[in-house]
Each structure stands twice: as C-alpha cells, then as structure tokens.
C-alpha cells in the first residue's frame, strides 16, 4: 500500500478522496487562524490587564458593546461557513449519484460478517474484489441489525439496514488492500466485523470473476475446508488455538460430548455440525450465547463437507474417530 | 477575619429528616450535588476502566461483551444521570433564585419532587447495571436494543423517568423567572446565568417529552412485541433515530447552554468588568435554543435519509454555529481592560475558551457533508462530543462549582490545589482526547473493543491522559471535602461581584433575604459600582 497519507488523513485512494481531503484541509486551515487569534487575545489580554497582586478594587472600563466590530465577527464566520456548506454540498452530491455505468455487487452486512454477490453469481465472504478505475455500485442490505459500510481510504462510508437498501459507490484508483470497517455498532464481534476490498486490475479481476465458482478442485477437501474457515469468516468467532470467542473452538472438537444450553448434552459428529451450521440455534452449546447467523443458501453442500473434514483434522487425538468405525464410514461417503 | 453566620441554611434545622423533606431550594440543590457527584463518580469510573481495555489492541481483561457495556454505561450514566442535570438542578436550584432576589423557586414542592423523580429514574439504571447490565450505546438504536438480550427495558424506562425531573425543573424556572424576579430586574437587568437557565428549562420542557414517547415505544415493542422500529415486525429502525435525535440534539444544548451560562458569570465576577455584549449573548441563548430543534437530521448524513433532508440539515446546522461563535467572542471582548484575577474560576473559565472553541471549531468539519461522510462514527466525533461536553460543559460546571462553593458552604477551598487540579485535567483531557481527532480522521471506528495494531500508539497516550485526569478529579474530591471542615471563611462576597447571591451571608440565610432585594443597577456594572472582595480587605 501506498505512503501518501498525512498526518490527519489516510491516503485517498478513490476519485473523491482528494475533493474531500481539500474540504477537510480548508476547514482546518481556517479554524487553527481563527482558533489562534481567539487564544492569542485571550492570552493577551489575560497578561496585559491582570489584576495587580497589590490592586486596589477599582471601577473598571464600561466598554460593553461596538456595533462595527460584532457586525464584523458575526459577518465573516457566516461567509466562510457557508462556502463550507456549498463546497460540502457538491461533494456530496457525487457521492451520492451512482454513475450510469457502475459495476453493481451487492452487500449484505449480518451479524459479523460481509458477504458480496456478483452480477455473474458468485459469492464472497469479508473480502470484495472490485476493478481498479471502474466505479462500483454497492446494492446493502442487513440480515439483523444496522451496519455500516466503512472504507476510510475511499472516504466512503454508508448504513447497511434491515429491510431496506441503502445504496452509494465508489471508485478506486489504485491497485492494493483497503481494509473494510462496520461503522455502526452492531454488539459482540463488531470490532471484529473487518473485511477486505482488494482492488485488482481489469485483467486480474476477470480471472478472480471466473475462479469465484471455485469449488475446490485439485484440492484436499480438508485444505479446501482451511481455506473456506477463513474466506467464509468462521474465523472470527470460532477459534482453533482452544481459546474461547463468540463461538465455541474447533480443535479437538469433533467426537467430543458437549453440553447444551437446554441442559441436555451430545456428541460432536457430522450431522450436528451441518445442524449447527444451516440451524445454529436448534442447539446452543452450554456458556455461549445465541448469536450464529445461518449459512443457508452461502455454503453449498461441498463446502459445508470441507468445513467438517477441516473440523476433524483439528483432532490432535485422531484415535477416537478411527476406533469409531462407523464414524470413518460416514465420512467416507461424505468424501 | 471573616467569620461564619450563626444560623444559615445549613444548620437552621437538624436531622436526615429535615433535609428529606425540605423545600428550600438551596438544601434540594444540595441533595442533588450529592446525588450527581455520585453518578459522576460511578461513569468516571467506567471511563477509566474502558480506556484501561484500550491500553493494547487486543483484549486486555475484558471480554468485548463487557467491553460494549462498560461505554454504554459510561455514556448512559454520563448523560442523563450526570450532565443533562448537573447545572440546572445542582447550581440552578442553589443561585437562580437568589440571583433574581427570590426567596425561593416558584413551586418549591415541585421542586422536592423533582429530586425524587430523579432518585427513582437513578434506580432503575442502578437495577439494569446489577441485571445483567447493558450492551446499546447511550443511543439505544433500533432494532439492536429491541434484539440484544441485556436489560434494556429497565435503563430506558429510568431515562423516561429522568426525563420528567429535567420536565419539573425546567417548569419552576420558567415560571420563576417570570414570576419572581425582585423590584428593579428587568429582563434585561437579570444575570446572564438567568437567562441561559431560561433558554434552557424551555428546551427541557419542549423537547424531553419526545424522548419520553420516543422511549416508551422502544419499551412497548420489547413487551409487547408491537412492531415500531423493528424491521422483523414491520417497523422502520430509521424513525428511532429521527425520533430520539429530535430529542438528543436539544439536550446537547440542554448540556451545553448552562455551561455557557456560567462562563457569562465566571468572567465577569472575576475580570471586574461589564460583560461585552449583553443582549447578543442573551439573544443568542434564545436563538440556539430554537435553532437546537432542527438540525437533528445531521446526526444521520450516513443513514440513508433523502439527500435533500441531508442538504437541509447541513445548511441548518452552520446557523447553530455562528451564536455559539458569536458568546465566545464577546467573552474575549469581555478581558479587554478588565482587572483579571487568577482564581481557579478564572483558570477554569479560560480553558473552557480553549477547549470550547476547539469543540466548536471540530463541529464545523463534521456540518459539512463529504467531510462528514469520512468522519463520521469514528474517534472523531468521539473527541468533538468530549471536546464540547467536557471540555465546555463540565469544566463550566467545574468553574460554577469552584465559583460558588464559598456561597453553598460559606468556606474557601485550598486555591493552590484547585489550581495544580484544574491544570492536571486540563492537560490530561487534552491528552485524552485531542489524540482521538487523529485516529478518527485516519479512519478508528468508535465502539471498537479490539482495534488495528497502528492505532496503538494514540490509544495508549490517550489513556495515559486519563490517568492524569483521574489524579486531578481525586486531588479535586480530597480538598472540596477538606475545605467543608477546615476551609477558611469566605465572607459575603469573596470575588468582589455584583449579582444579587453575592450581597448576603455565606452560607445564606433560611429564606435567602430578610427583606426583598432593589435591583438599582445591572448585573455586571463594574464601571459604575466597586464591591470589596471579602477575602482581600481581611
């Protein structure tokens, strides 16, 4: 990534960022010349007609009011806050007509987690792949409470709500990692809630486009599995050092007798996984709260067979799931 | 030596019970300076606490769920229990009536009542606390306050009930100011300090009636499940926010307008000299309070509201600026050949010009659309609210305290430490949070328990300013409590000032005046008449 920002602002890497950026310098410019000369007669005048330690009370000067000097103070703010508003005003308004050629991806903000659908039908999970120097229309919405879209190296930033769209765009102009914040507060894991726009060029977006419906060929479906952990985002809420998060860890997981929250307990196998994973709140593992979203209709059927394959190699123990024959069989038939 | 009278309000009667059941006005504000510096203490403790977490990026020693209700109920604790009170219902109740030669205010059981209110609405924040406490912002935003499973319903009906005190406040002070101001105060004769609880008490009793309604829905979709806000049962989460904004911007001007109030007292009594600008600031007081109530819409330039609404609010908002603008320089008008005393009112009165004017200054940014659209719901809008809210409300608060603590108590407080305290939160609070201007333009998101290792450095300097501000609030806490035992009288009138609290016994009589006060000449005029300080000519 590039070293442009300075010491307020990150680097602007969008058509807008600099329109914004010259806004932000002009306010600031502004405001240390009148925040110098308000202090400075403070300062002045403090030292200049400080009361004597050997003063005798005294009356003091009656001055209380000068037309031409408030005429003057109540003037030139107004003028200069009105050419912040018009010039705020035309940025903005770029920000928010959509050029008639944007490339449209839509964002869908839950509980926490970004996923992105292409026009052409693939699916992305915490990172949006855009084209460099094309402008992108982003169609949001929110499964459960507002989020909010936040590229600060755009300047772009957007509530994603429940049951409504919410659109803007952007337009990056160089090539590299932007990191992508939910800006509203949304409970546990919202700092957590990061993802990733990578700005590609035209030729390498084509082929991210065609390798989107990748579906693990050529793989180990246990590495396919490693690989959608952290694509899919399982990583943000579910651990696999043994440390508890939002959601119970994976290692050592599978074979194991959990306790749930109803009081009764059960045995980790393939089907509770898949359970877990199109139904998370069927069966809350005892200690943590119900908070999993479903990934119904984000994972196909190949994709929740890695995450299980994934799950079992996380077994440091792997004797437990040979000496069940049974077990082996089933996911045999799975592979 | 001065010495202290022999029957003052204090000790006119005797027993918890007297105290239970008064209705003079100055024992109600002392209740309530017990009451708020309670809660003040309890939401600086959360502040210290979070900022602790914040000392690295990962976790520290708390969880992000604690985390998440550590600043909701710093920021809930801070607002309505602490800040929107603090002014009117501590030093209003205690100075307003005096200042306008009253024996008391006009529905002095009311006012008793209001007290209560307040103790109730205080418990049912202290049950949501014990409860399983609460994980929304202050904000309460829907449909995530309607969702999240802690206890939302008990915090929101204690603001509801707050909201009725601040209600029953603001109507005594209308009425008295209207009704008992002594022979001789003209409108235009009366403290500026009047005039900004008059400004004040018509916004409480506009605009906390929204946040009522506002709250009791949020209450009712939770119950009874009758879809308001709620996308799941048909309702529009966007209405929330107009709904409780149209209520929260007033009340950032319920916080702030008292604050103002104090700074017009504090440079006068302590500079001598006639406050430059009477009718400007009084005017502008009245003009901030109605132009308060519509610029809501600005809290939302990122929700998705018309871009026409955008553009309405945007113009509205910089209207709201140039009155504030407009009082900081008539204050600086004020210095110019004044006779300025370095008291520690004095001191807190000049760092209020500093951080006021940098607080309002950073408003600027954030009226502006695009730039806003970059700023906001970062560590920017963080450090402008604190900025206008501590910087400018509480440290006027802090100066009032320092101001007419030798009225309330009849003693001084030691001067040499209020000084090196005020210093140590001046600097500490700049340190907290001038750093969070920084982070916030580079792109920090509020409401962040784990944070970007880059971030790093500005939120370990920014807690280190709150260590420093917490050593300053502690000194402030030993000597306030020290002085009421062995503080040295300070006599009638220890600033040398004009206003009408200043001319009677400190601490004052039962009933105020033995015989109704004359207003013979205006608040601040120093050019016409010289009051002896009562701590110097000893």
């Known amino acids: 990534m590039d070293t442009t920002g300075t010491f307020w602002m990150p680097p602007g890497n969008s058509t807008i960022a600099s329109e914004v950026d010259g806004l932000f310098y002009f306010i600031l410019y502004a405001s240390i010349i009148i925040f ?8 002045y005048f403090s030292i200049k007609y400080r009361r004597r330690a050997d003063a005798v009370a005294h009356k003091t000067d009656g001055l209380d009011h000068n037309l ?24 903005y308004m770029k920000i928010s007509v959509i050029p008639k050629d944007a490339y449209e991806i839509k964002v869908t903000g839950q509980k926490w987690f970004w996923s992105f659908d292409y026009p052409e039908g693939g699916n992305s999970v915490n990172e949006i792949v855009v084209p460099v120097n094309k402008p992108i229309k982003l169609l949001m919405d929110s499964k459960d409470v507002i989020h909010s879209f936040f590229v600060p190296e755009f300047r772009v930033k957007m509530d994603v709500l429940p049951n409504r769209y919410s659109i803007t765009w952007f337009e990056a102009t160089k090539v590299g990692d932007y990191t992508l914040y939910c800006a509203e507060f949304c409970g546990k894991g919202h700092s957590e809630m990061i993802g990733k726009v990578r700005v590609v060029t035209e030729e390498e977006f084509e082929k991210w486009s065609e390798d989107l419906a990748f579906s693990g060929e050529g793989m180990t479906l246990e590495d396919f599995g490693a690989k959608l952990y952290v694509s899919k985002a399982c990583i943000t809420c579910h651990k696999i050092d043994g440390s508890n998060s939002t959601g119970p860890p994976w290692n050592n997981l599978f074979g194991k007798e959990e306790k749930l929250s109803d009081g009764t307990s059960i045995i980790v196998d393939e089907n509770y996984i898949r359970e877990s994973i199109l139904n998370p709140m069927k069966k809350i593992t005892a200690g943590y709260q119900p908070v999993m979203p479903t990934f119904q209709g984000i994972l196909k059927d190949k994709q929740i067979d890695a995450l299980i ?18 077990q082996e069989d089933e996911s045999l038939k799975n592979e | 030596m001065n010495k202290m009278p022999e029957t003052h309000y204090l000790n006119c009667k005797k027993g918890i019970k007297s105290w239970l059941t008064t209705v003079d006005h100055k024992r109600i504000g002392i209740l309530y300076l017990l009451s708020i510096m309670f809660f003040f203490f309890v939401g600086g403790m959360f502040a210290v606490l979070l900022r602790l977490e914040l000392l690295t990026p ?14 909701t109920l710093h920021g809930a604790i801070m607002i309505f229990l602490f800040i929107i009170p603090a002014i009117p219902a501590i030093l209003g109740n205690f100075i307003l009536p005096i200042m306008i030669g009253a024996k008391d205010v006009a529905f002095p059981r009311l006012n008793l009542a209001s007290w209560y209110i307040y103790m109730v609405g205080a418990l049912f924040a202290v049950f949501s606390l014990v409860a399983g406490g609460v994980d929304t912002g202050w904000t309460f935003y829907t449909p995530y306050s309607t969702t999240t499973s802690t206890s939302v319903i008990s915090i929101t009906l204690g603001a509801f009930i707050l909201g009725f005190s601040s209600i029953c ?16 105060m003209t409108w235009f004769k009366m403290p500026l300090f009047v005039w900004g609880m008059y400004a004040t008490a018509l916004i409480q009793v506009l605009a906390a009636p929204v946040l009522g309604i506002t709250l009791l829905l949020l209450i009712i979709e939770r119950v009874v499940g009758i879809g308001i806000f709620d996308p799941a049962m048909g309702g529009d989460p966007v209405l ?10 007033p009340a950032v001007y319920i916080m702030i307008l008292p604050g103002m109030a104090i700074i017009s007292e504090m440079i006068t009594a302590h500079s001598h000299k006639k406050i430059f600008g009477y009718k400007a600031i009084a005017y502008s007081s009245l003009g901030i309070a109605f132009a308060s109530f519509i610029v809501w819409g600005h809290h939302m330039f990122t929700s998705g509201q018309s871009e026409l609404a955008a553009m309405i609010f945007s113009f509205l908002t910089f209207f709201v600026a140039i009155p504030s603008g407009i009082k900081v320089f008539n204050w600086v008008a004020t210095l110019y050949k004044g006779s300025i005393a370095f008291t520690t009112p004095m001191l807190y009165t000049l760092a209020f010009l500093f951080l006021f004017s940098i607080g309002g200054l950073t408003g600027i940014f954030l009226g502006a659309l695009s730039v806003d659209i970059h700023l906001h719901d970062t560590y920017f809008i963080v450090a402008h609210f604190h900025y206008v809210m501590v910087g400018g409300t509480v440290i006027a608060f802090l100066g009032g305290l320092h101001h007419w603590w030798p009225k309330m108590w009849g003693r001084m407080y030691n001067e040499t430490l209020a000084k090196i305290s005020c210093g140590l939160i001046f600097v500490g609070f700049n340190m907290t949070f001038f750093t969070q201007f920084i982070m916030g333009a580079q792109g920090m998101p509020r409401r962040y328990h784990l944070y970007d290792e880059a971030f790093r450095p500005f939120h370990a300097f920014s807690t280190y300013g709150s260590w420093v501000m917490a050593v300053g609030f502690c000194l402030m806490a030993y000597y306030l409590i020290r002085s009421l035992y062995n503080g040295k009288p300070a006599g009638n009138n220890p600033w040398g000032a004009l206003t009408h609290e200043w001319q009677i016994t400190s601490p004052p009589p039962e009933h105020n005046f033995e015989t109704i006060p004359i207003t013979d000449h205006g608040p601040y005029d120093y050019d016409k008449v010289v009051a002896k300080s009562t701590l110097t000519e000893n």
């Open chain 2, 169 to 184: 406040t603001g109507l005594n002070f209308i009425v008295t100011v209207h009704k008992l101001r002594s022979p001789g």
């Open chain 1, 309 to 326: 394959a994934y799950i079992k190699s996380l077994q440091e123990d792997k004797s437990f799931i040979k000496d069940e024959s049974l």
């Open chain 2, 58 to 71: 990962d976790k520290l020693y708390i969880d992000s769920d604690m985390y998440n209700q550590f600043f």
């Open chain 2, 240 to 249: 929330y926010q107009h709904f409780f904004w149209f209520y929260s911007h």
């Open chain 1, 68 to 91: 031409k000097l408030e005429i003057f103070w109540t003037a030139v703010p107004l003028i200069l806050v009105m050419i912040v508003f018009v010039w705020g005003f035309k940025t």
């Open chain 1, 36 to 43: 110098t000369i308000v202090i400075g007669l403070t300062t």
